[in-house]
T-cell receptor, first 112, second 114 residues
Framework: GEDVEQSLFLSVREGDSSVINCTYT??????LYWYKQEPGAGLQLLTY?????DMKQDQRLTVLLNKKDKHLSLRIADTQTGDSAIYFC????????????FGSGTRLQVQP | EAQVTQNPRYLITVTGKKLTVTCSQN?????MSWYRQDPGLGLRQIYY???????DKGDVPEGYKVSRKEKRNFPLILESPSPNQTSLYFC?????????????FGPGTRLTVT
C-alpha cells in the first residue's frame, strides 16, 4: 500500500542540526523527495534521491535512505531561522503517471 | 526565470458557478499535473498530462476537467464546484525524460466554495 509517514513537529535552536524523518511502505518506490513549504507559499523542491542510492549531500542538506527499513531522513546542518517551514517527504510509485505520494509534513520551528 | 505560475492565487466562489484555474510553465516541460492539498490528507493527484492532447485521471478526478491544447498551459476546470472542492490546489510540471523526475510546483491556488 501507499503510505508515507512523518512526525508532525520538530523544534531546534539556530545553529543546531535538524533531522526530519520519514517512513514509507512501498518498496517499489523509485525516487524519494524532500519538499519545503513556507507559509503561504508553494512547494519548493529541495532534493531527491534515487532508490539505488544510500546518501546524497547538497550543501547543508544530507539525505539518507535505508531501503531495508524503508526510512528516509533529511538532515539540515547549521539550521537557520529561514529554514522554518513545513517539510514534506514524497515518493513516486507509479512512474507512468508520476503521481507523488506525500507525507503529511513536518513543521520545523527554528528558535533563535 | 524558470517557473510554474497559477492564477488566481485566491478564489472565493459559490456552489455551481463554473471556474477555471490556469497553470503555465516556461520550462518546455512535457509533463504537467494537478494536485489538491487538504489537512491531514497530504497532496493528492487530480489529473496529469504526459504531453499536448494527452491527459489522464489521477487519484481524485471526480468533479474536475483539464485540457492540454498547448505545451505550456494546463488549466483545471470545475464545471460545477461544490463545497467539498474547497482546497489548496497545486500545479506541477517536469520533463518527460525517463531519468528526469524532478517535479516543480506552482505557488498554489486557495479555493473556497460556499
Amino acid at each position: 500500500g501507499e503510505d508515507v509517514e512523518q512526525s508532525l513537529f520538530l523544534s531546534v535552536r539556530e545553529g543546531d542540526s535538524s533531522v526530519i524523518n520519514c517512513t514509507y511502505t512501498d518498496s517499489s518506490s523509485t525516487y524519494l523527495y524532500w519538499y519545503k513549504q513556507e507559509p503561504g507559499a508553494g512547494l519548493q523542491l529541495l532534493t531527491y534521491i534515487f532508490s539505488n542510492m544510500d546518501m546524497k549531500q547538497d550543501q547543508r542538506l544530507t539525505v539518507l535512505l535505508n531501503k531495508k527499513d524503508k526510512h528516509l531522513s533529511l538532515r539540515i546542518a547549521d539550521t537557520q531561522t529561514g529554514d522554518s517551514a513545513i517539510y514534506f517527504c514524497a515518493e513516486i510509485l507509479n512512474t507512468g503517471r508520476r503521481a507523488l505520494t506525500f507525507g503529511s509534513g513536518t513543521r520545523l520551528q527554528v528558535q533563535p | 526565470e524558470a517557473q510554474v505560475t497559477q492564477n488566481p492565487r485566491y478564489l472565493i466562489t459559490v456552489t455551481g458557478k463554473k471556474l477555471t484555474v490556469t497553470c503555465s510553465q516556461n520550462m518546455n516541460h512535457e509533463y504537467m499535473s494537478w494536485y489538491r492539498q487538504d489537512p491531514g490528507l497530504g497532496l493528492r493527484q487530480i489529473y496529469y498530462s504526459m504531453n499536448v492532447e494527452v491527459t489522464d485521471k489521477g487519484d481524485v478526478p471526480e468533479g474536475y476537467k483539464v485540457s492540454r491544447k498547448e505545451k505550456r498551459n494546463f488549466p483545471l476546470i470545475l464545471e460545477s464546484p461544490s463545497p467539498n472542492q474547497t482546497s489548496l490546489y497545486f500545479c506541477a510540471s517536469s520533463l518527460r525524460l525517463a531519468n528526469s523526475y524532478e517535479q516543480y510546483f506552482g505557488p498554489g491556488t486557495r479555493l473556497t466554495v460556499t
